[in-house]
Nanobody, 124 residues
């Protein structure tokens, strides 16, 4: 499975961005998907996750109410709509897919494949 993240860029405080993550290869089977991020000089942190059906979503407290995760299984694509962006949202954003859970997970160990990351920079 290969994951290709895109949509990052430079945006001002209060702005919006939409990230996409396209999956290819052996993508069959139910899975969970998630977004993580790694700010400069810090560890990778959980952002949000979504179940296979899309009915269950979970968010980190820091992004709840501002970010929305969604997926289109017909296109094997994961999305992250980010609104009201803040400078502290600046990070490399990674998408990931896991095949051992069904409802989503904030634990990076539950994910089997990772994308290459896309840079999001929020200027103050």
């Amino acid at each position: 499975v290969q994951l290709q993240a895109s949509g990052g860029g430079l945006v001002q405080t209060g702005g919006s961005l939409r990230l996409s993550c396209a999956a290819s290869g052996r993508t069959f089977g139910s899975n969970i998907m998630g977004w993580f991020r790694q700010p400069p000089g810090k560890e990778r942190d959980f952002v949000t996750t979504i179940s296979w059906s899309g009915s269950r979503t979970y968010y980190a407290d820091s992004v709840r109410g501002r970010f929305t995760i969604s997926r289109d299984n017909t296109k094997n694509t994961l999305y992250l709509q980010m609104n009201s962006l803040k400078p502290e949202d600046t990070a490399v954003y990674y998408c990931a897919v896991g095949y051992r859970r069904s409802l989503g997970s904030s634990d990076p160990r539950d994910y089997d494949y990772w994308g290459q990351g896309t840079q999001v920079t929020v200027s103050s």
